[in-house]
């Protein structure tokens, strides 16, 4: 699916606009690609022009919501089919997004693009081939190719995120000639589709699967099992946990994913919200 390259529109982004508009300023500077970029429109007093197209001035926003423009209007980002599914701005530009509800990338802190790479800094991928088990929005995998990565190889099951990596300026396109081919995404659930990749094929490893409720699957022996398998020895997997509650949930899973990352042949250590492996 080939990237929109239109304006994406959240309400503060808007307010200002109109702002603008209604001071009688006939331009606007600010950024419409999620604070990736700045740029002008030209305002009129029906219409505003941004990269020479027009667009209308949307009714009423919501909070929490990007738009972006579908071809006849200003539309959420945002799917349904099963799970609603919707890209969320943050305060730091580059956005997390939601199923149902449930947030499924940290953003309290810091930008879920920085926390991505901190998290990637712990496994080298400088020169690297990498496996990303989970791309989700593919911060992981951006960082990785900011990092000087030699190959990616990410798997997301989801067509909807799928999309919204599409919509998303801060996800990567694995066809921008800049990444010169080094990304490969492949829609597929990466518990079946790890069979296929070959032995001790992959330098380093990302694992960020959705919590344990959700995908018990990606937390088994079974699957840690395969992990082992595709790794070379001495190559490191960070495995991301979040720190879920155990007073309220009864389980310790960083501690429960770390014993069983080193049945499958890992040494293992809690690092910051997940678990660090070295492949034995």
Same mark, same amino acid.
């Given at each position: 699916?080939?990237?929109?390259?239109?304006?994406?529109?959240?309400?503060?982004?808007?307010?200002?606009?109109?702002?603008?508009?209604?001071?009688?300023?006939?331009?606007?500077?600010?950024?419409?690609?999620?604070?990736?970029?700045?740029?002008?429109?030209?305002?009129?007093?029906?219409?505003?022009?941004?990269?020479?197209?027009?667009?209308?001035?949307?009714?009423?926003?919501?909070?929490?919501?990007?738009?972006?423009?579908?071809?006849?209007?200003?539309? +959420?980002?945002?799917?349904?089919?099963?799970?609603?599914?919707?890209?969320? +701005?943050?305060?730091?530009?580059?956005?997390?997004?939601?199923?149902?509800?449930?947030?499924?990338?940290?953003?309290?802190?810091?930008?879920?693009?920085?926390?991505?790479?901190?998290?990637?800094?712990?496994?080298? +991928?400088?020169?690297?081939?990498?496996?990303?088990?989970?791309?989700?929005?593919?911060?992981?995998?951006?960082?990785?190719?900011?990092?000087?990565?030699?190959?990616?190889?990410?798997?997301?099951?989801?067509?909807?995120?799928?999309?919204?990596?599409? !919509?998303?300026?801060?996800?990567?396109?694995?066809?921008?000639?800049?990444?010169?081919?080094?990304? %490969?995404?492949?829609?597929?659930?990466?518990? %079946?589709? !790890?069979? %296929?990749?070959?032995?001790?094929?992959?330098?380093?490893?990302?694992?960020?699967?959705?919590?344990?409720?959700?995908?018990?699957?990606?937390?088994?022996? &079974?699957?840690?099992? %395969?992990?082992?398998?595709?790794?070379?020895?001495?190559?490191?997997?960070?495995?991301?946990?979040?720190? +879920?509650?155990?007073?309220?949930?009864?389980?310790? &899973?960083?501690?429960e994913v770390a014993t069983r990352l080193e049945k499958a042949g890992f040494k293992a250590q809690l690092a910051l919200d997940g678990v660090l492996a070295t492949r034995r």
């Open positions: 699916m080939s990237h929109y390259s239109g304006p994406l529109l959240t309400r503060p982004v808007l307010d200002t606009l109109l702002a603008a508009r209604d001071a009688g300023e006939g331009a606007w500077r600010g950024s419409l690609d999620l604070g990736r970029s700045s740029g002008d429109a030209v305002l009129a007093p029906d219409a505003w022009e941004w990269k020479g197209l027009r667009y209308p001035y949307p009714h009423k926003l919501k909070d929490r919501t990007i738009y972006y423009w579908d071809g006849e209007e200003f539309s +959420p980002v945002s799917r349904f089919s099963g799970s609603l599914i919707k890209l969320v +701005p943050t305060e730091w530009g580059a956005p997390t997004f939601e199923i149902d509800g449930i947030k499924m990338l940290p953003t309290s802190k810091e930008s879920p693009f920085e926390d991505a790479r901190r998290k990637v800094a712990l496994v080298e +991928p400088r020169g690297k081939v990498l496996l990303d088990t989970c791309g989700g929005l593919g911060y992981f995998a951006a960082c990785c190719l900011e990092g000087g990565v030699a190959r990616v190889l990410s798997f997301e099951k989801n067509p909807d995120v799928l999309w919204l990596r599409t !919509i998303n300026p801060w996800s990567p396109d694995p066809d921008d000639p800049a990444h010169a081919g080094r990304l %490969q995404l492949t829609h597929a659930d990466v518990s %079946q589709a !790890i069979t %296929q990749v070959a032995d001790a094929s992959v330098d380093a490893l990302l694992h960020d699967p959705p919590r344990f409720g959700i995908a018990g699957e990606l937390y088994s022996q &079974v699957f840690y099992n %395969q992990l082992a398998r595709v790794l070379r020895r001495g190559g490191r997997l960070f495995h991301y946990t979040g720190s +879920p509650n155990k007073l309220t949930s009864d389980r310790d &899973v960083p501690r």
